[in-house]
T-cell receptor, first 116, second 115 residues
Framework: AQSVTQLGSHVSVSEGALVLLRCNYS??????LFWYVQYPNQGLQLLLK??????LVKGINGFEAEFKKSETSFHLTKPSAHMSDAAEYFC??????????????FGKGTKLSVIP | NAGVTQTPKFRVLKTGQSMTLLCAQD?????MYWYRQDPGMGLRLIHY???????AKGEVPDGYNVSRLKKQNFLLGLESAAPSQTSVYFC??????????????FGEGSRLTVL
């Protein structure tokens, strides 16, 4: 069974500081991994995804994430936070078609606050 | 191109009432999903469908029913609403895995309050 753990339900950073949101996963097969962002009163939108190609994945709005199999991690980073990055971020895992799975399992989310 | 559209966006029900949430997508996606989002719980899958006429249970299916009579529509029903079903409901859709990596496209959500 697949699962996701996001460390820290709330993270605060200063504008211009490094953003680091942590995600660890559990999967019985090589996973597909995703980060989604949710702005207030909106649905989720895809930030980036890992699908067994390059381990360092670049997404929209300057975010990137690195897949580390040995650590079962997929942490999200951005070098310099902007006020517009304030949102809730969700990590998700799928075992993909190889395992006959059609489902994404989401973490509980990390709310990012950016302090001016 | 509207993407995924959910109706209604807000609804207040009394305990025991029934209602249906409608999800429509115009991307010709095979797969559709209903999730609920509760504070501190993330998104939990209620039911999903891998094609017209087929549905399956997700993580939290009790108290809900679904139907996928047309490929573009996925309905979520509550037969007898309970306060525990107060939540924000999200519909999502995706291409089949054969042609995509499973990225989900989400609607804007339907906020349901059960008194």
């Amino acid at each position: 069974a697949q699962s996701v753990t996001q460390l820290g339900s709330h993270v605060s950073v200063s504008e211009g500081a490094l953003v680091l949101l942590r995600c660890n996963y559990s999967s019985s097969v090589p996973p597909y991994l995703f980060w989604y962002v949710q702005y207030p009163n909106q649905g989720l939108q895809l930030l980036l995804k890992y699908t067994s190609a390059a381990t360092l994945v670049k997404g929209i709005n300057g975010f990137e994430a690195e897949f580390k199999k040995s650590e079962t991690s997929f942490h999200l980073t951005k070098p310099s936070a902007h006020m517009s990055d304030a949102a809730e971020y969700f990590c998700a895992v799928s075992e993909g078609p190889g395992a006959g799975s059609y489902q994404l399992t989401f973490g509980k989310g990390t709310k990012l606050s950016v302090i001016p | 191109n509207a993407g995924v559209t959910q109706t209604p966006k807000f609804r207040v029900l009394k305990t025991g009432q029934s209602m249906t949430l409608l999800c429509a997508q115009d991307m010709n996606h095979e797969y559709m999903y209903w999730y609920r989002q509760d504070p501190g719980m993330g998104l939990r899958l209620i039911h999903y469908s891998v094609g017209e006429g087929t549905t399956a249970k997700g993580e939290v299916p009790d108290g809900y029913n679904v139907s996928r009579l047309k490929k573009q529509n996925f309905l979520l029903g509550l037969e007898s609403a309970a306060p525990s079903q107060t939540s924000v409901y999200f519909c999502a859709s995706s291409y089949s895995f054969g042609s995509n990596t499973g990225e989900l496209f989400f609607g804007e959500g339907s906020r349901l309050t059960v008194l």
